[in-house]
């Protein structure tokens, strides 16, 4: 029999995290709902709009009384909790700061980090609970010897452990994933057994949820100050040659075609950016392609980084086809050696290491 627990668990207002607590609660958890309110850009909204709720594709009016609705009906207690000013500093702002230092970061690793399972593993915590949940594609398993690992989502199509690689062993201790080894047909189907009819035929967010736009590139722009964040520069081949000018390094990531402003000739593409001459350099799709890559502020799931002997599967942005590589540590360094060669590895983005469907760990690509 499964020990029973307090368990915080974050509502969204969407159909994973809504099973998830009927879930918890079905199995006599003593649950709790927790809703979470951040950051949302103020450029996009009237006066009246923001006083009534910040609107987000997370964090929304309708959201906020989805997720209260739903712990209504399952009679679990319902908390909001305000994370609008760390929401802005930790995540917001270092997505923009990435651009402006020429890179193409990831805010939902750093959202995971830093506030799911950061400020709502601390709340958890204040509240009493020794347990917290979300309806994240993952699962875990504890080990004999006491450890805990993360696995891949057996829906493949909706796997998120690419985002929770700097989960660590004390907060593993404190987490369920109710979802992890569902496909989201059987959760819709569950949605339905426990009649949440407000969730049920709920479609999901898509893309990054604090701009409504699919590219960051309008974001950017009310976000960003020319001049002073950005400035014109020279967009030169790999022999050092000028070809044109850019508008600004925020607007140009590695692996770009389109949006260069060079016509004629062969295809040219974006292959490095160099933030302290302020310039991009283009080359063939060839030149895009590396065999290695250094990454930083890595963290592994264990405590322990990986073995050296062992080939791993790598991958360099979420849903990108797995890689075969190896792991080395020199020094301070942390280099990764794809076994081929692989295209547009990103400074800024995450690469995330497996052993089979384990996640072992990762870190940002530089």
């Given at each position: 029999m499964k020990t029973k627990r307090k368990v915080l668990i974050g509502m969204s207002g969407g159909l994973d995290s809504s099973v998830a607590a009927a879930l918890l609660k079905k199995q006599g958890h003593e649950c709790i709902g927790l809703y979470l309110n951040v950051w949302t850009d103020p450029t996009l909204f009237s006066d009246e709009e923001k006083k009534r709720f910040p609107q987000n594709k997370c964090c929304s009016l309708e959201s906020?009384?989805?997720?209260?609705?739903?712990?209504?009906?399952?009679?679990?207690?319902?908390?909001?909790?305000?994370v609008e000013h760390e929401f802005k500093e930790k995540v917001v702002d270092y997505f923009l700061k990435g651009?402006?230092?020429?890179?193409?970061?990831?805010?939902?690793?750093?959202?995971?980090?830093?506030?799911?399972f950061g400020a709502m593993f601390e709340k958890m915590k204040a509240l009493g609970c020794n347990a917290l949940a979300t309806g994240h594609?993952?699962?875990?398993?504890?080990h004999l010897n006491g450890r805990i690992s993360l696995y891949r989502g057996?829906?493949?199509?909706?796997?998120?452990?690419?985002?929770?690689?700097?989960?660590?062993?004390?907060?593993?201790?404190?987490?369920?994933?109710?979802?992890?080894?569902?496909?989201?047909?059987?959760?819709?189907?569950?949605?339905?057994?426990?009649?949440?009819?407000?969730?049920?035929?709920k479609r999901?967010?898509?893309?990054?949820?604090?701009?409504?736009?699919?590219?960051?590139?309008?974001?950017?722009?009310?976000?960003?100050?020319?001049?002073?964040?950005?400035r014109e520069g020279e967009i030169k081949n790999k022999n050092g040659e000028i070809l044109v000018t850019h508008k600004g390094l925020p607007?140009?990531?590695?692996?770009?075609?389109?949006?260069?402003?060079i016509g004629g000739g062969p295809a040219?593409?974006?292959?490095?950016?160099?933030?302290?001459?302020?310039?991009?350099?283009?080359?063939?799709?060839?030149d895009l392609l590396k065999t290695e890559v250094e990454i930083h502020s890595a963290n592994f799931l264990s405590g322990n980084p990986p073995s050296e002997k062992k080939t791993y599967d790598v991958r360099i942005r979420n849903h990108a086809h797995l890689?075969?590589?190896?792991?080395?540590q020199k020094d301070d360094k942390i280099i990764i050696s794809f076994q081929k060669p692989v295209r547009a590895v990103m400074p800024g983005q995450s690469l995330v290491l497996y052993s089979g469907s384990e996640l072992i760990g990762g870190g940002i690509m530089q």
């Open positions: 906020l009384m989805i997720a209260r609705s739903v712990c209504q009906d399952l009679g679990i207690p319902f908390y909001t909790m305000n651009f402006i230092n020429g890179e193409t970061p990831n805010p939902c690793v750093m959202c995971n980090k830093t506030i799911k594609y993952v699962y875990t398993k504890k057996n829906d493949q199509t909706k796997d998120q452990s690419y985002y929770l690689y700097n989960l660590t062993q004390e907060k593993l201790q404190n987490l369920i994933f109710p979802l992890g080894k569902m496909t989201k047909k059987q959760v819709r189907a569950l949605a339905k057994k426990f009649n949440l009819t407000k969730v049920m035929n999901e967010s898509q893309g990054i949820c604090f701009f409504p736009e699919k590219t960051p590139d309008a974001f950017l722009s009310r976000n960003l100050k020319e001049g002073e964040d950005y607007f140009f990531t590695i692996g770009q075609r389109k949006g260069i402003g040219l593409f974006v292959t490095k950016t160099n933030p302290k001459e302020n310039s991009i350099i283009v080359g063939s799709e060839e890689q075969k590589a190896k792991f080395k």
